[in-house]
């Protein structure tokens, strides 16, 4: 059944859709051609994880974290000898009086992503910002770990 939002206050028009010729592959032509919406609906049931680069520039080691629609204090740092873990929740917005969902792609729920640092990073030294939805994690190299240039004799 199709239903038609018409532009009258008497509410929608429904509309019958014409019979479908059944084929041997008709289940075959429903499954690929709804193929992008039943992977939508597999992500539902799926818990919030969020991307995460991880790059070394100027002698740091940074992890850049995206956690969208999720504030400051929702989230959780934590440095367990070398692995430091990021944890927090993204919620779902309680308010639903007047909204109607038509989809949801959006993932939701608790999330927490652990990091093993190499010997070279300096863990008294680790800082955090946050800002714009990205959590940016620095963790400078000890300056032993950092390479340097050897002079060749003649």
């Not at 059944?22 to 818990?47: A, C, H, K």
């Not at 367990?80 to 779902?92: A, L, N």
């Not at 999330?111 to 400078?140: C, H, K, Q, V, Y």
Request: hydrophobic residues 35%.
């Amino acid at each position: 059944m199709v239903i038609k939002i018409s532009g009258s206050s008497q509410g929608p028009e429904v509309q019958r859709e014409q019979p479908v010729t059944l084929t041997p592959f008709r289940m075959f032509e429903d499954y690929f051609n709804n193929w992008v919406m039943n992977i939508g609906q597999t992500r539902r049931s799926e818990s919030f994880k969020p991307a995460v680069d991880v790059l070394e520039k100027d002698s740091n080691i940074i992890i850049l974290c995206e956690l969208p629609g999720i504030e400051e204090k929702d989230i959780d740092l934590k440095l367990d000898g070398r692995t430091i873990t990021i944890q927090g929740e993204r919620k779902h917005e309680e308010e639903t009086q007047g909204i109607v969902y038509h989809r949801i792609e959006s993932s939701f729920g608790t999330f927490s992503r652990s990091f093993d640092l190499p010997d070279s990073a300096d863990i008294e030294r680790i800082s955090a910002a946050f800002s714009n939805g990205i959590l940016t994690i620095t963790a400078p190299q000890k300056p032993e770990a950092q390479p340097r240039t050897i002079k060749v004799n003649a």
